[in-house]
């Protein structure tokens, strides 16, 4: 399940950050992931509408892969799988929670920008951590510096990730998917440009395409 969860994410090359604030944004914002080409998302617990519009999302599109980002307790992690979250992911390196994710075979992305972090990823067996804030932290000179002596992780950076810098990152073998909010800015879900989400989202999917074959 795990590895299957990591070959999945690498397949699409990008994963949206997505912030609702209101959960019947949900389906039209999954209909716009899907209908662009990127059948996933990260929906991330900093809003109240997070476990409603992953419920949403999940039920209304059971073939994307909904994960949930910004999970900062375990119990965030309950509620997240209980809406039907298929992964989970962390800013910062949370041993409780990754290794409660562990118990419960959820695949679980925690962040980690020093040696010292990944060492605490590789010791529990994990292929892929999430890189943030990616742009803050050295971007893709910096991960492949990590990847060094870590030869058997891959990253998912997110943070300053966009249309513009997207070729650098995916252009890195030790990337396994980049992460970003740019294509489902919170301005435009609230003004309902679905099609414009669509568009960008479709954008990134062909540089995936184009950089990755
Ligand atoms: C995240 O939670 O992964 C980041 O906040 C996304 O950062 P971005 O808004 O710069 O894409």
Redesign the pocket.
């Known amino acids: 399940m795990y590895e299957k969860m990591n070959e999945q994410l690498a397949s699409y090359g990008v994963v949206p ?1 997505v912030v609702l604030n209101d959960a019947k944004d949900a389906e039209p914002l999954a209909k716009a992931l899907v209908e662009g080409g990127l059948a996933c998302a ?1 929906v ?1 617990f900093r809003t109240d509408a997070a476990e409603e519009s992953i419920r949403i999302m999940s039920k209304a599109y059971p073939e994307m892969l909904v994960g949930a ?2 999970v900062l307790t375990t119990e965030q992690v309950d509620r997240a799988l209980n809406a039907g979250a298929k992964f989970i ?1 962390s ?1 910062g390196f949370d041993p409780e929670i990754v290794d409660y994710c562990l118990e419960k075979e959820v695949p679980v992305y925690p962040g980690t920008v020093t040696p010292t972090e990944v060492a605490q990823a590789v010791k529990r067996g994990l292929a892929v951590c ?1 890189f ?2 990616a ?1 803050q932290f050295g971007g893709v000179s910096t991960i492949k510096a990590l990847a060094a002596p870590y030869t058997m992780v891959k990253f998912m950076p ?5 249309l513009k810098n997207l070729r650098d990152y995916l252009s890195c073998d030790k990337i396994a998917a980049c ?4 294509m489902v800015k919170g301005d435009m879900i609230k003004e309902g440009r679905f099609d414009e989400i669509k568009k960008i989202t479709a954008e990134a999917a062909q540089i995936v395409k184009e950089i990755r074959g």
């Not at 997110?158 to 966009?162: D, F, S």
């Not at 992460?179 to 740019?182: D, F, K, L, P």
């Open positions: 950050v990260e991330t980002g910004t992911v800013p999430k943030f804030p742009e997110t943070g300053g990730v966009n992460g970003g909010t740019w």
